[in-house]
Antibody, heavy 116, light 110 residues
Framework: EVQLLESGGGLVQPGGSLRLSCAASGFTFSSYSMSWVRQAPGKGLEWVSGIDGGDGSTYYADSVKGRFTISRDTSKNTLYLQMNNLRAEDTAVFYC?????????WGRGTLVTVSS | QSALTQPASVSGSPGQSITISCTGTSSDIGGYNYVSWYQQHPGKAPKHMISDVSKRPSGVSNRFSGSKSGNTASLTISGLQAEDEAHYYCSSYTSSSIVLFGGGTKLTVL
């Protein structure tokens, strides 16, 4: 059974940093692309970033490019999202998802709140 | 990177069929068959309902079907049931190597 468990969310001040983690199990993590998708309170889904399973190429939405960095540790079956220079508009539930072209399995999400 | 266009809301009575549209461009929906649909109940994570325009993942009811014509994809739910009431989102891979989601459609079962 595929399981994705996010952690690392919380309250951070504008301009601050946070690192999200996603522990994956139930599939061969190193072989699959992974992504982060976020959902602001009461709003729709927004794809944030993705990383390829093969060569580890990374991709970002324009809204986070230069501020967020996606990475993975295949020895720990863990996906990361380093978020710097956070803004109020980054407040959202962040979901770890399996897949890049068409995310299939989703974690339960971790809430990131950017506020002073 | 504008979101795909979905109607804000649709409604139907139990047993009826409804269709939700998702309009994009030739750089996303029109250019790729990587179109998916997701169902999201309040407070829950999205659930993958349709992939590759029209394929149902294992465990998804055959009351859900997908199609595409040009730059517009569609999700049809037949035999509406109370538990189908949820938000539905479309997504598409794009020529910019990113994924776009639709703004979401709230389905109300009357």
């Amino acid at each position: 059974e595929v399981q994705l468990l996010e952690s690392g969310g919380g309250l951070v001040q504008p301009g601050g940093s946070l690192r999200l983690s996603c522990a994956a199990s139930g599939f061969t993590f190193s072989s699959y692309s992974m992504s982060w998708v976020r959902q602001a309170p009461g709003k729709g889904l927004e794809w944030v970033s993705g990383i390829d399973g093969g060569d580890g190429s990374t991709y970002y939405a324009d809204s986070v490019k230069g501020r967020f960095t996606i990475s993975r540790d295949t020895s720990k079956n863990t996906l990361y999202l380093q978020m710097n220079n956070l803004r109020a508009e980054d407040t959202a539930v962040f979901y770890c998802v399996k897949g890049r072209y068409q995310p299939d399995y989703w974690g339960r999400g971790t809430l990131v709140t950017v506020s002073s | 990177q504008s979101a795909l266009t979905q109607p804000a809301s649709v409604s139907g009575s139990p047993g009826q069929s409804i269709t939700i549209s998702c309009t994009g461009t030739s750089s996303d929906i029109g250019g790729y068959n990587y179109v998916s649909w997701y169902q999201q109940h309040p407070g829950k994570a999205p659930k993958h309902m349709i992939s590759d325009v029209s394929k149902r993942p294992s465990g998804v009811s055959n009351r859900f079907s997908g199609s595409k014509s040009g730059n517009t994809a569609s999700l049809t739910i037949s035999g509406l049931q109370a538990e189908d009431e949820a938000h539905y989102y479309c997504s598409s891979y794009t020529s910019s190597s990113i994924v776009l989601f639709g703004g979401g459609t709230k389905l109300t079962v009357l």
